[in-house]
């Protein structure tokens, strides 16, 4: 297992955003991580990569636990995360952000050697003439796919993509699955959040369901969609639930 | 890699260095006086820009590295008889270390916060300075002039100090550059773009903003000792000087945080522009209000700079701007 998450509880005062998550990834895996607006997605991924700690519960990356240890960490680690808020560092370039993540992800490779990997990362998802671009000057849909070349350039074991396919057209969501899919090709790791059901359904191997920060199920796409729980957790949107039972 | 291809640091070195060769060859006390305050301003603001222009953090304390530094390598000099190299090393040392401890209470407050709280410890290293005894307290301390004599009388002295000056400038471009062309440098980059992102792409934050403090403090207790020893006396009022801080901030934004010519550029305009208004007639007494309004405009129109400007503008010299 690559990732172990056992009993995570995650309190903000009076708000209990997580309720005793446990689950696993083997490696290799892509595992889909879905649930209503507010379930506690993204707080998980933040419990996971460090972002805050848990209030309660342990995360065991590869066998270390690293419950609690600061981000910057977890990250050196090899766990990388694509954010669902782009957040470019906007006055570098393109290329330059790209760096960041080779010179501090899990090789921490040297400036000379990290151009290359950046530019192998830029190319991966389709930015290699923005390179020397700055970063504010990229649309929505190239930020998120910067947001993806930043994570694989740090040669991660993880990857965490957090709504890569939010806010994009259907044109461009049918090309950031293609990436998606070359990524889980050449053998990543990947844990996803997603909102745009088609997609989470047809890449995942497996999916989890969060609802009010509780694991209510998990299991292969088809199974999911046909537990109950799930069906009636996403009742307050009935198209999404249409969609979900169509599959 | 070819260190010539490097314009941008070999244009900011040679500036000061020959700057510094024409003052020495024509060897005139004035000039030499006007280079002094001029390198001095220089080393100032480009130390700053490292903490400043590079990391993102705005110091308004800068000034007390300078003081607290200065002061405690005027002590080493004038009471216990080192010679000035090695005092002006040990002022630097001590303002590295004085950073350390600062940082580790005020680097966790960003933007805003951080600076209120570096306007605070000025102030209060000032007060502390004025009641510690062994340093004078508000009558500060005067060297011994016989501690001239080493050098060859006070003449020679003075040339001496603007040597190791400008050798310690030209340290701090160097130094400067070192910061910003490394993956040391990358990572304060990304800290100043969005902290949390880096720390989350793995850049250790704490630790690496402290370093750029530790760095951006040292320069200032070198500069500092210099500075006191060529005047002959350290005192207070004259060490800690929040007006100072403002002005080399000013210098900073002036000249265009973050490169490398920027504080260059910005000091030697401000400090010109500032030596022509304290001894007009009609501005003495408005001098500052005039830096106020030039940060001002600077903010408003060209966040960028001067250096900032032109290398927006003449895309062609951006190697050169570094």
Redesign the interface.
């Known amino acids: 297992m690559i990732l172990q998450v056992q009993e995570v509880s995650k309190r903000f005062g009076g708000l209990q955003a997580l309720q005793d998550v446990s689950f696993e990834i083997a490696e290799g895996e892509i595992l889909g991580l879905i649930g209503p607006n507010g379930s506690g997605k993204t707080t998980l991924f933040n419990v996971i990569?460090g972002?805050y700690p848990p209030t309660q519960g342990q995360v065991v990356f590869r066998g270390e636990k690293i419950t609690g240890l600061?981000?910057?960490e977890v990250?050196?680690r090899g766990l990388?995360?694509a954010?669902q808020v782009v957040?470019p560092?906007?006055?570098?370039t393109v290329r330059?952000n790209v760096?960041?993540?080779a010179?501090?992800?899990r090789e921490?490779h040297?400036?000379?050697r990290?151009a290359p990997i950046a530019d192998q990362a830029l190319a991966q998802v389709g930015l290699t003439d923005r390179a020397d671009q700055l970063a504010v000057t990229l649309n929505v849909a190239q930020k998120k796919r910067l947001e993806m070349a930043?994570a694989l350039a740090?040669q991660p074991y993880l990857l965490l993509l957090d709504e890569v396919l939010a806010g994009l057209n259907p044109l461009e969501i049918a090309g950031m699955m293609e990436t998606v899919r070359q990524i889980r090709d050449q053998g990543y790791t990947i844990l996803m959040i997603e909102h745009v059901m088609q997609a989470i359904m047809s890449i995942s191997d497996r999916l989890i369901v969060l609802d009010y920060g509780q694991l209510i199920a998990s299991g292969t796409p088809a199974e999911v969609a046909a537990n109950p729980q799930v069906i009636e957790a996403y009742l307050g949107a009935p198209e999404m639930t249409a969609r979900l039972l169509a599959d | 890699m070819n260190p010539w291809k490097h314009y941008g640091f070999w244009l900011s070195f040679l500036l000061i260095f020959l700057s510094g060769l024409v003052v020495l060859v024509l060897r005139q006390d004035t000039l030499r006086e006007t280079a002094f305050t001029v390198l001095m301003f220089i080393g100032l603001a480009s130390s700053l820009n490292i903490i400043m222009g590079y990391t993102g953090y705005v110091n308004f304390g800068h000034i007390i590295f300078f003081g607290l530094g200065g002061y405690f390598g005027f002590y080493l000099l004038s009471e216990l008889g080192w010679p000035v190299y090695l005092a002006a090393l040990g002022g630097g040392l001590l303002s590295a270390v004085i950073a350390y401890i600062i940082g580790a209470a005020v680097l966790r407050l960003r933007g805003a916060y951080f600076a209120l709280a570096t306007i605070g410890v000025n102030e209060a290293a000032r007060s502390f300075v004025s009641n510690f005894e062994p340093f004078g307290g508000s009558t500060g301390l005067y060297v011994n002039f016989s501690a001239y004599d080493r050098y060859g009388g006070a003449a020679q002295a003075l040339w001496f100090t603007f040597i190791l000056l400008w050798l310690v400038v030209l340290a701090v471009i160097v130094a400067s550059y070192l910061v910003k062309s490394s993956r040391f440098g990358l990572g304060l980059t990304a800290i100043r773009e969005d902290e949390d992102t880096a720390m989350v792409m793995g850049v250790k934050a704490p630790q690496d903003k402290t370093k750029a403090f530790l760095i951006s403090a040292f320069f200032p207790g070198l500069i500092g000792t210099l500075y006191f020893f060529k005047n002959g006396n350290v005192e207070p009022e004259d060490a800690f000087r929040f007006q100072m801080s403002l002005e080399i901030l000013v210098m900073v934004m002036l000249g265009g945080k973050g490169l490398l010519l920027g504080p260059i550029v910005g000091a030697f305009a401000y400090e010109r522009l500032r030596g022509y208004l304290i001894t007009s007639p009609v501005f003495k007494d408005l001098h500052l209000a005039l830096s106020g309004l030039i940060l001002l405009l600077i903010v408003l129109f060209v966040p960028g700079g001067v250096a900032g400007w032109f290398r927006e503008r003449f895309p062609q010299f951006r190697r050169w701007l570094e």
């Open positions: 990569n972002v600061p981000s910057y990250a050196r990388a995360r954010h957040r560092l906007n006055d570098l330059e760096m960041v993540g010179c501090f992800g921490r040297s400036l000379g990290a930043r740090a």
